[in-house]
């Protein structure tokens, strides 16, 4: 490995010398996976697959959250910054509402607004404590009842766990200095600071999202789309495509490519132009271009940020799992009441992953619905990522009490036999 990552090293000095002016040390990421998988190893495979989940079973949902979220901004003419910050009490169970949402999309939207110091900590905890993540996708397909008392106890959970925290450390408690109008979580890690995207760019990134939407969906429900390309299956395209997405999002990321500043300033102007169209007709229509590629900036900018912590994620938990031999499926064989425990434990693991093999192994009847109950509520999903990068203080404590209920109500369902 040591000699893989010295000759990824020393191709990207010799090779591109233009790419590492614009993105320094960070061009040596993508060098070394596409170095790992073009290698053809056992090692390199599973790089690559582990890319591709990354980008297909959170990427693609996370810009779909985003994406809508701010088409409702440019529909409606509202800024839904202002509108959450504004919202008072109501801001912890809008932030549990959204991350309710199956995926981690609706999650990292609120955590994006607390680090910017537009909600309070409670909403932070409601919105930790009401996700579910990608395991939600799988629990409602398998058993969509399950999944409707699961999500709607996690939902109540995190409304009164977010106004108690709220109610006992007060409404500054842990609270960021508000973040000027038309600014991001990226733009304040210094997003901004890189390259102009082309247009042509941003629409590659989203055609790619767009044909990545299905297989994401089918992937959250345990399909596998590759066989739906018949002969072609063994070449697994699905597979690919969600590799080169992830490696699009490593690319521009490690070029800095992307200025959020002027992506919010053509949304703004769209969303104002919009509100008041005057003569309308072909001006209007103009102006809706423009809003579009303003919003796809926006949502591209923050899931490219996102991507690439979930990569890290995945590839040390998947790269883990294969070196060390270690058989996450062995960490439940413990004794019944350890199991709840046990739930929460694996709730403390960023990322979807472990989550997902809890879930499966609950409908499959070697985990008790107490488990499953204290794991839905104490998992963060991979909201956890963005929230570790950005504020990591504010959410190591808002984990540590999403432990409170999770315990809670995973031994009072044990208790009563469940």
């Not at 609120?110 to 009401?130: K, S």
């Not at 996700?131 to 409304?159: E, H, K, R, W, Y």
């Not at 009441?337 to 929460?344: E, H, K, R, T």
Request: hydrophobic share 55%; glycine share 10%; proline share 5%.
């Amino acid at each position: 490995m040591k000699e893989l990552t010295q000759a990824a090293i020393y191709e990207a000095r010799t090779r591109f010398p233009a790419l590492l002016a614009l993105g320094g040390w960070r061009w040596i990421v993508p060098v070394l996976l596409v170095s790992a998988v073009m290698s053809g190893t056992e090692t390199g495979f599973l790089v690559r697959d582990t890319l591709a989940e990354a980008y297909l079973q959170v990427s693609v949902f996370v810009a779909a959250t985003l994406l809508l979220l701010y088409a409702i901004e440019q529909r409606f003419a509202i800024n839904l910054d202002t509108r959450l910050a504004n919202a008072g009490i109501a801001q912890v169970p809008i932030a549990a509402a959204l991350g309710m949402l199956p995926g981690c999309g609706g999650a990292i939207v609120i955590v994006t607004q607390f680090v910017n110091g537009r909600i309070g900590f409670g909403a932070l905890v409601a919105v930790l404590v009401a996700t579910m993540g990608d395991a939600a996708f799988l629990l409602i397909a398998a058993a969509p009842q399950t999944a409707g008392v699961v999500l709607g106890i996690s939902l109540v959970c995190a409304i009164l766990c977010g106004w108690l925290v709220d109610a006992i450390h007060g409404p500054r408690f842990m609270r960021h200095e508000a973040a000027p109008e038309g600014s991001s979580a990226t733009l304040k890690m210094g997003g901004s600071s890189g390259v102009e995207a082309p247009r042509w760019l941003d629409r590659s990134w989203l055609a790619l999202w767009a044909m990545g939407v299905p297989f994401a969906l089918a992937i959250a429900f345990q399909q596998e789309p590759n066989t739906w390309f018949g002969a072609w299956s063994v070449y697994e395209p699905v597979t690919w495509l969600g590799f080169v997405g992830a490696m699009l999002a490593l690319a521009m990321w490690a070029g800095r490519i992307g200025d959020v500043t002027q992506a919010r300033a053509e949304e703004a102007s769209s969303v104002s132009a919009l509100a008041n169209p005057g003569d309308g007709g072909p001006l209007r229509a103009n102006v809706e271009m423009r809003g579009l590629m303003a919003w796809t900036r926006r949502a591209r900018t923050d899931t490219n940020f996102v991507t690439v912590w979930v990569i890290a994620a995945f590839l040390v938990f998947e790269l883990g799992v294969a070196f060390t031999g270690a058989e996450p499926e062995s960490w439940f064989q413990i004794a019944g009441p350890l199991m709840p425990l046990a739930g929460v434990l694996v709730g403390f693991i960023p990322g979807c992953g472990p989550q997902i093999l809890l879930t499966t192994l609950y409908l499959s009847g070697a985990v008790p619905m107490s488990a499953l109950l204290a794991n839905a509520i104490s998992n963060d999903g991979d909201a956890l990522f963005p929230a570790i990068a950005l504020t990591p203080r504010a959410a190591i404590l808002a984990t540590a009490y999403s432990a409170i209920p999770a315990l809670l109500v995973g031994y009072t369902a044990f208790a009563l036999g469940y």
